[in-house]
């Protein structure tokens, strides 16, 4: 890891205008509310997430408030994740079973606990290796129990997944992303679900 397998070392690197991407990481001792990534996939505990945070806006779960809690969650996954892999250039471990988010007093994610460790794979394969460890069951959940089409989830997925890559160079001009991650982007539907891959350009 080249003196950046610390976290310590890792969100030092998340400074300027990289910044906000750190505030959405949890390291050390955290006395907001945690709760495990993988009860999403669990019924009876995401109705509980959604009822509360449902209250937020004085209204009864529906789709609509799945859709935009799923943003929130995406959001506060994906790009910390994404900008960990990048930068660290090991690809970060990030399986829903073992991934943690903060969450605010309505439920809504605020922050990902940090992981502290990486996969063997490198950087560029951190997008496919989020999207079949992470977002591939979380959004299967996310569709069952909202009644939504999955393409609504994954399209919110790969919205955040675009901007890591595309902004991530722009905020800050001396880091060079891995090549294949420079090159296009597709996102592709097969099934319902979302791959994600490099592709040259010619």
Not at 184 to 199: P, Q
């Amino acid at each position: 890891m080249k003196g950046l397998s610390r976290p310590e070392d890792l969100l030092a690197r998340l400074s300027g205008l990289l910044s906000p991407i750190r505030d959405r990481l949890s390291h050390g001792t955290e006395i907001r509310r945690v709760e495990p990534s993988a009860q999403v996939l669990e019924a009876d505990a995401f109705a509980c997430l959604m009822q509360n945070y449902a209250r937020r806006f004085g209204v009864k779960p529906d789709g609509y408030l799945v859709s935009l809690w799923s943003q929130k969650y995406l959001a506060t996954v994906i790009i910390p994740i994404m900008s960990l892999s990048l930068i660290g250039g090991k690809a970060v471990h990030a399986e829903i079973e073992n991934t943690a988010i903060v969450v605010d007093d309505d439920s809504e994610p605020v922050a990902l606990r940090l992981p502290n460790a990486f996969t063997a794979e490198e950087a560029d394969q951190a997008a496919s290796l989020l999207v079949s460890t992470h977002l591939n069951p979380l959004i299967d959940a996310l569709a069952r129990q909202s009644g939504l089409s999955r393409k609504v989830f994954w399209g919110n997925a790969a919205h955040y997944l675009e901007w890591i890559v595309r902004q991530l160079p722009g905020k800050n001009p001396a880091f060079n992303l891995p090549a294949p991650m420079t090159d296009a982007i597709r996102y592709v539907e097969e099934d319902g679900c979302a791959c994600v891959a490099g592709k040259s350009a010619v």
